[in-house]
């Protein structure tokens, strides 16, 4: 950008010009001037600053030289340094116009480009969940038994004892109820005592209650102990609890109904051996074991080279029971059983350490999508 002093100085200068053809030369030297001006000129900013130096009202170029040459050229000057005059000032401004419009335009392409979206670039992957390992062990124990005809029924985990214990059978003092280490609430003094449910059994009960028979139903839900948290026992664990009652519910009906689970759930070899046991609520009681998945009953570490696992107990259900719920115990029997959701869920996919279910640590849980 030329200093507007020394254009106004070479102008001034000019004025001992004598002929047109000097005034045309200095005109000529102000045109190339301008077009040397324009290419510095990139931007909007200096643009303005352009248009102010040339055509700015009081110190502009052109109108410094109106000012102070052509009102002092010597008369027979003044023609044609105002025809040049003019001519220089439709050359600016005519040049001042398409500079701005180049200047756009290019401003307009340069956006375009920053904002250019590339649709053939990768997208953003965002991580996606899955279904926890117990939760998917709940669905497949669902979905054997409602293959079965069971209905899913869920309950409370907040129960009284009388729900919990009594009316499966386990009167105070029983020594049933030092296996199963209570979390009471802590209520105000002369609230009923309440606890967390040691097991789904107390859902047994209550649809009992409710309904008569036939019933064949599963409980899905968590339970609660005292236990200290190690590699097979937690604070809370899960459980599917079973109860069939009929009319001719025979033990029978009870084997094959396990034997089936058993098979689904473990795969088509799996073979089933029944064990003399003893719960409260269920006469005769029965620990279910399965033949070891691993070493097909050979015998290896995870069976303790027994060839079986322990899977679940379960057993028909005790005629004391029924008194209860108001159930003629000479007229119906059943069967229940009681899944440990985190054991079955270990024994299946190889999982040693119950505390895993719990930490939801990624790197388990995507083992498991
Ligand atoms: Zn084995």
Redo the contacts with the bound molecule.
């Keep these: 950008m030329p200093e507007i002093a020394d254009i106004i100085r070479q102008t001034l200068a000019a004025l001992g010009v004598s002929t047109p053809a000097e005034v045309t030369a200095r005109f000529d030297a102000l045109r190339a001037e301008f077009e040397r001006d324009t290419t510095s000129a990139r931007d909007e900013a200096s643009w303005k600053s352009l248009r102010d130096a040339w055509l700015g009202r009081k110190s502009g170029v052109l109108n410094r030289i109106t000012e102070q040459w052509l009102k002092s050229a010597p008369p027979e000057l003044r023609p044609v340094v105002g025809r040049s005059l003019n001519e220089l000032r439709a050359h600016v401004e005519q040049g001042l116009e398409s500079l701005q419009r180049s200047i756009a335009a290019a401003a307009e392409k340069a956006a375009l480009a920053r904002e250019r979206v590339d649709l053939s670039l990768p997208g953003v992957i965002r991580p996606l969940g899955s279904r926890h390992l117990v939760r998917q062990t709940f669905e497949e124990i669902e979905r054997i038994f409602l293959s079965l005809g069971f209905t899913v029924v869920e309950g409370n985990e907040i129960e009284t004892p009388y729900y919990n214990f009594e009316a499966l059978n386990i009167p105070e003092h029983h020594p049933a109820r030092d296996t199963m280490d209570t979390f009471y609430l802590d209520l105000p003094p002369g609230s009923k005592p309440h606890l967390l449910r040691t097991h789904t059994s107390p859902m047994q009960v209550h649809t009992m209650e409710k309904q008569q028979p036939p019933v064949r139903i599963i409980v899905p839900g968590k339970v609660y102990r005292r236990d200290n948290p190690d590699a097979t026992h937690s604070y809370v664990f899960h459980q599917v609890e079973g109860l069939a009652v009929d009319t001719d519910v025979t033990f029978c009906e009870f084997k094959g109904t396990v034997e089936y689970f058993v098979r689904e759930f473990l795969g088509s070899a799996a073979k089933t051996r029944l064990r003399p046991s003893y719960f409260p609520f269920t006469e005769p009681s029965v620990e279910v074991d399965a033949s ?1 998945f ?2 097909m009953g050979k ?2 570490r ?2 303790k080279f027994s ?1 079986w696992i322990e899977l679940f107990g379960a057993g028909m259900v005790d005629p004391a029971v029924y008194g209860f719920v108001n159930y003629d115990a000479t007229r119906v029997s059943g069967y229940a059983f009681g899944l440990g959701v985190d054991r079955l869920s270990q024994l299946k996919y190889g999982i040693d350490d119950v505390q895993l279910f719990f930490q939801n640590d990624v790197r388990f849980l995507r083992q498991f999508p």
Aim: glycine letters at 24%; hydrophobic letters at 25%; one cysteine or more.
């Design positions: 070891c691993v070493c015998g290896c995870l069976c060839g």
